[in-house]
């Protein structure tokens, strides 16, 4: 993602990235897949698209809201949430045919969205705002968290395998949190840096956060011990994912993408 219309692909390892259709020039904010296949995309002035086709073929969806999407998150084809400016919060239980409103504590502007299972959610935002639900958004309560920076990207990594007990968030002014108890505390990591954090993940024991001005950071041991990486560029980096421990990528600003070479 990146811009007005700007959905890329790439189907041999990183080496080459194709544009793909989308018939809009809203700005694409967020993307998430569920399969190889089938995934949404949202953005601003109520963005929704839907591919069932790996990308090659976007539809729009139905409007919900004129106000800017943030991040969306899928369970499976059908459960689905979005989530974005003002505290909007809507959920779909039909792959995105219609969407039900669900009530925020917050009228702040929402960040990320994740769900460990049919029930259990977290939601981040403008503020230091942490949300959190049991049942499945029918009930949203705010999660204090010690401070007011913008929060960014919520990970729970190793969710798939059963573990719910850690979990990790990055924001504003280099903030880092962690969890130990599935979320009952947030404890704050002390980084090499102040620049705001967009994106964080977890592969074995280490972690890489990006954020503002190109800033890499990474971690030997969950988090416990913070360095900085360098990364050759003073874009925003605004996502990062690996495919394989030698294998990763970092997006960012200006249709920038990085190839981690180690």
């Given at each position: 993602?990146?811009?007005?219309?700007?959905?890329?692909?790439?189907?041999?390892?990183?080496k080459t990235w194709n544009a793909q259709e989308t018939d809009t020039w809203e700005w694409v904010i967020s993307i998430f897949f569920i399969s190889k296949n089938i995934g949404w995309a949202v953005g601003e002035a109520g963005l929704m698209l839907h591919t069932t086709?790996?990308?090659?073929?976007?539809?729009?969806?139905?409007?919900?809201?004129?106000?800017?999407?943030?991040?969306?998150?899928?369970?499976?084809?059908?459960?689905?949430?979005?989530?974005?400016?003002?505290?909007?919060?809507?959920?779909?239980?039909?792959?995105?045919?219609?969407?039900?409103?669900?009530?925020?504590?917050?009228?702040?502007?929402?960040?990320?969205?994740?769900?460990?299972?049919?029930?259990?959610?977290?939601?981040?935002?403008?503020?230091?705002?942490?949300?959190?639900?049991?049942?499945?958004?029918?009930?949203?309560?705010?999660v204090p968290v010690g401070t007011k920076a913008i929060l960014n990207r919520i990970i729970f990594p190793e969710a798939k395998k059963g573990r719910t007990d850690l979990g990790y968030i990055v924001g504003g002014s280099g903030t880092i949190l962690y969890t130990e108890?599935?979320?009952?505390?947030?404890?704050?990591?002390?980084?090499?840096?102040?620049?705001?954090?967009?994106?964080?993940?977890?592969?074995?024991?280490?972690?890489?956060?990006?954020?503002?001005?190109?800033?890499?950071?990474?971690?030997?041991?969950?988090?416990?011990?913070?360095?900085?990486?360098?990364?050759?560029?003073?874009?925003?980096?605004?996502?990062?994912?690996?495919?394989?421990?030698?294998?990763?990528?970092?997006?960012?600003?200006?249709?920038?993408?990085?190839?981690?070479?180690?």
């Amino acid at each position: 993602w990146g811009g007005p219309d700007d959905i890329f692909r790439s189907t041999d390892g990183g080496k080459t990235w194709n544009a793909q259709e989308t018939d809009t020039w809203e700005w694409v904010i967020s993307i998430f897949f569920i399969s190889k296949n089938i995934g949404w995309a949202v953005g601003e002035a109520g963005l929704m698209l839907h591919t069932t086709d790996g990308g090659q073929h976007w539809q729009p969806q139905s409007k919900v809201v004129e106000a800017s999407l943030e991040g969306v998150f899928f369970l499976d084809e059908k459960v689905g949430w979005v989530i974005g400016e003002k505290g909007i919060i809507f959920k779909t239980v039909d792959g995105g045919q219609k969407w039900r409103l669900q009530i925020s504590p917050v009228f702040t502007g929402l960040t990320d969205v994740l769900f460990l299972d049919q029930s259990h959610g977290w939601i981040t935002g403008v503020g230091g705002a942490l949300l959190a639900t049991e049942d499945g958004g029918a009930r949203w309560r705010a999660v204090p968290v010690g401070t007011k920076a913008i929060l960014n990207r919520i990970i729970f990594p190793e969710a798939k395998k059963g573990r719910t007990d850690l979990g990790y968030i990055v924001g504003g002014s280099g903030t880092i949190l962690y969890t130990e108890d599935s979320g009952l505390h947030w404890q704050p990591r002390r980084g090499p840096t102040s620049l705001g954090l967009w994106d964080i993940f977890k592969q074995g024991s280490e972690l890489w956060a990006v954020g503002d001005l190109g800033i890499v950071l990474y971690s030997p041991d969950e988090g416990k011990h913070w360095e900085t990486m360098e990364s050759g560029v003073v874009q925003r980096l605004t996502g990062i994912f690996f495919t394989a421990p030698n294998q990763g990528w970092s997006i960012g600003k200006g249709g920038l993408i990085l190839k981690f070479i180690p």
